[in-house]
């Protein structure tokens, strides 16, 4: 049970962008099972660029759930009663990915030098259970949690979140990070995802942030093309 001390008149924050942001690492994660998998037998020239990337990636899901820890769930948690345990069980959820991702972390670092097929296999099946993992976490967050957020926390205590992200991510990866989480947004929430950006950064993306997501997917999904 929540509590009803939520004004009427509060602005509820854009909760649906966690959800785009979720939709990166669940498609980054299958991707690079299936990338990982893919690679023949001596190829170091591709375990290097998917260790690159799985060190990127990681470093990524690190920041986010250390952000909700940090930043979301002190600001969620005054306002709930029972509801606190779904909370709780989420800061006990990133602690167990932590666990996952140290042991992909062990497989890569013993992958990546030489490439052989019996390090692929154990790293490929090393990043489905993660991956498992991964999306069970998110989409239990996005159906018990997320409504508590959209409930408790105002605009600007939400914003707060989003600006964390932002600090946690170097100037030179924001145009991919913007394009990976447009990339499997509808129509729509890529439109009110772009409104929502100051207008220089919207120009950069036009002008260069496209080009830009795309030649860095071609260069890890090789032959795969992004949308």
């Given at each position: 049970m929540t509590s009803s001390n939520t004004s009427d008149s509060t602005v509820h924050p854009y909760t649906r962008e966690m959800a785009m942001i979720h939709q990166v690492f669940r498609r980054e994660s299958r991707l690079l099972a299936e990338l990982v998998q893919e690679v023949r037998p001596a190829d170091t020239a591709r375990s290097r660029i998917l260790a690159e990337h799985w060190r990127l990636y990681s470093i990524g899901l690190h920041a986010h759930h250390t952000g909700e820890d940090e930043v979301l769930w002190p600001v969620l948690l005054p306002h709930l009663d029972l509801d606190a345990e779904q909370v709780l069980a989420m800061e006990a959820q990133h602690r167990g990915l932590d666990e996952g991702i140290a042991e992909v972390q062990r497989h890569m670092d013993r992958w990546q030098p030489r490439a052989l097929p019996e390090d692929r296999d154990e790293l490929a099946e090393a990043l489905r259970r993660h991956h498992r993992q991964l999306c069970a976490h998110l989409d239990e967050e996005e159906r018990e949690v997320m409504p508590l957020v959209a409930l408790h926390v105002g605009e600007?205590?939400?914003?707060?979140?989003?600006?964390?992200?932002?600090?946690?991510?170097?100037?030179?990866?924001?145009?991919?990070?913007?394009?990976?989480?447009?990339?499997?947004?509808?129509?729509?929430?890529?439109?009110?995802?772009?409104?929502?950006?100051?207008?220089?950064?919207?120009?950069?993306?036009?002008?260069?942030?496209?080009?830009?997501?795309?030649?860095?997917?071609?260069?890890?999904?090789?032959?795969?093309?992004t949308a």
């Open positions: 600007e205590q939400w914003r707060a979140v989003g600006e964390r992200g932002l600090a946690e991510t170097p100037r030179n990866r924001l145009m991919i990070a913007l394009g990976a989480i447009l990339e499997d947004s509808s129509p729509e929430e890529r439109q009110e995802f772009l409104a929502r950006l100051p207008v220089p950064a919207r120009m950069l993306w036009k002008v260069v942030g496209r080009r830009r997501y795309r030649r860095e997917t071609d260069r890890i999904r090789g032959r795969r093309t």
